[in-house]
């Protein structure tokens, strides 16, 4: 058991070097490796958002959710399906705009703005991974019927606001830069002619 550990961490640390690192040690990419670890800071953010929020919510709904067993809960949500449906979209969106909230607000506090929008591609690539990886974990339709159902709930609504918000900063930055950048050449041109 100790043989395969070592084995995989091996792998992994190889794995790591190779995306991040040169063959001397140094990062070939401050923008690739800073992004990467924002993802995970922004990973547990969104986290944190749906730990402490998904609960209050529930018991404003259903006052008596915590001391319920799943046959009263599905009785009770096949009495009331509004009521449910309703609870559920809060579940969905408030969790996801208090993240995105919260990440957008960091990222505003980062002066390179590609770091912020590669991390949310870092959060796309780990949402792919793990649903792939979910497949032969699952072994069953109905398990991972039930995984997909979890993260169609809970993850897009963070997910896509957070992109949309960090991609457009982004690219008003660089559309900016090149605006910018062409302003000079002109400048320089009508400078040359005189």
């Not at 793990?130 to 159902?149: E, H, K, N, T, W």
């Amino acid at each position: 058991m100790a043989g395969k550990e070592d084995n995989l961490s091996e792998k992994l640390g190889r794995f790591w070097r190779v995306l991040f690192l040169t063959e001397d040690g140094r990062p070939k990419s401050s923008v690739l490796l800073y992004s990467f670890l924002l993802s995970l800071v922004f990973l547990a953010i969104h986290v944190a958002a749906y730990a402490f929020l998904v609960g209050p919510i529930q018991k404003i709904f259903v006052p008596d959710f915590e001391r319920m067993t799943l046959k009263e809960f599905s009785e009770f949500a096949l009495a009331n399906k509004t009521l449910v449906f309703w609870m559920n979209v809060l579940e969905s969106v408030l969790p996801g705009l208090a993240g995105a909230v919260v990440c957008c607000g960091i990222s505003l506090l980062i002066k390179e703005r590609a770091i912020p929008a590669g991390a949310y591609i870092w959060l796309v690539v780990l949402l792919v991974i793990v649903l792939i990886a979910m497949i032969p974990i699952a072994r069953d339709a109905q398990v991972y019927g039930s995984f997909l159902f979890f993260v169609l709930m809970y993850v897009p609504v963070g997910l896509l606001l957070g992109t949309i918000f960090t991609h457009h900063r982004y690219g008003a930055y660089r559309r900016a830069k090149k605006r910018k950048a062409l302003e000079l050449e002109e400048a320089k041109r009508k400078e040359a002619e005189l």
